[in-house]
């Protein structure tokens, strides 16, 4: 009797033993794929991703792949899961702005398969995600891919699967920015008069005199004067949501420090030629600001947008400088002096920036 009971235990032993055996070999088998770092990966202009949530029935793997000499069909996964792997690629790949509406992604679809294809291993991805905001679903993207190879496909499967995620990230972000509700830039901009103690703000009330001509004069160029003046612009900008607020200052200055004048040309006939150079700056801020105005700013670009209107006013500003030296040869032509003088003036002054 005892005997017996032996004989059973031993039985029972093994089998728990090649049981345990069985369990390790399947654990050794399996494929762990790592999402590695992409410094380039797209970054959502209007929403961050707060977590990542796996959707799936089956979310022991990802699938199966051949692996090895034998080409043995093995099971596949991502590094610590899916959710935990896609959401650590993404945080290791780009700088989430947390100003901005926060989302979750959910991961719907994510399954991959191997087949033979002209004498060669095919894997084939099938993938899903879905954007929650408030617990409510907003949109599902579904798509598919697949690489082919001879050998090992872990490295092409982990390409692909980044492929997608970048591909749905910056998918939804266009749906996010067209899709109802206010979106979008709202800009003001203003004409202030404010600014260093080195600079004359523009005012249509004060006049520029000779003593405001500081600097030292350039005995080799041929002008009697020299009118250095120029836009300056300051900018906040405030985002909620979708949405920002950009409030523009913009500054019209003559820096008394760098504008000169030599003792022989210190006469009305030149101090009215260079306060049309001044005057020609303000015209030219107050065409800028009319840009800026109706300028449709896109939220992924406005300030690179914005400079680049301040920096187009200054090289439209310095061709209308040049042409006016050219036309009055530096204001030594009365009639063409007074020709410009009542055409700019005429124009600014029916602006109302001033």
Known sequence: MNIQNNI???????????????????????????????????????????????????????????????????????????????????NNSIQQNTQLDGLEMHITQLRI??????????????????????????????????????????????KLIKSNIERGLQDFDKWYTKSEGSAGVIASVKIVPAGDKGAIYYNKNRKLTLNDFEGEPDELSKGAAATYSGIAMKYSHERKGRTVKLDISL???????????????????TLNHEQLHF???????????????????????????????????????????NNYDKETVHGTKPTEQKAWDDDIRTTLGNTDCY
């Not at 420090?257 to 009305?268: I, L």
């Not at 109706?294 to 914005?306: D, P, V």
């Open 8 to 90: 059973v235990i031993n039985r029972f032993l093994q089998t728990i033993l090649l049981l345990t055996c069985v369990l390790q070999l399947s654990a050794q088998e399996a494929r762990i794929i790592k999402l590695k770092p992409n410094k380039k990966l797209y970054t959502p202009h209007n929403y961050y991703i707060t977590t990542i949530v796996d959707d799936r029935e089956e979310k022991d793997n990802i699938g199966t792949m051949r692996a090895g000499i034998a080409n043995k069909v093995v099971p596949i996964n991502l590094d610590g899961g899916a959710a935990k792997a896609i959401e650590t690629f993404i």
């Open 113 to 158: 398969s191997e087949k033979n294809v002209d004498m060669r291993q095919q894997a084939d991805l099938a993938y899903g995600v879905a954007f929650y905001q408030n617990g409510n679903k907003l949109v599902e993207y579904t798509g598919s891919g697949y690489v082919q190879t001879g050998f090992d496909a872990s490295a092409y499967i982990e």
């Open 251 to 269: 500054n019209v200055y003559f820096d008394k420090q760098h504008s000169w004048c030599k003792p022989n040309g210190r006469s009305a006939k």
């Open 279 to 321: 005057d020609i700056t303000a015209l030219n801020a107050c065409r800028l600001a009319d840009k800026i105005r109706n300028y449709s700013f896109t939220i992924e670009n406005y300030q690179t947008e914005l400079e680049n209107l301040l920096r187009d006013a200054d090289k439209e500003g310095a061709v209308l400088q």
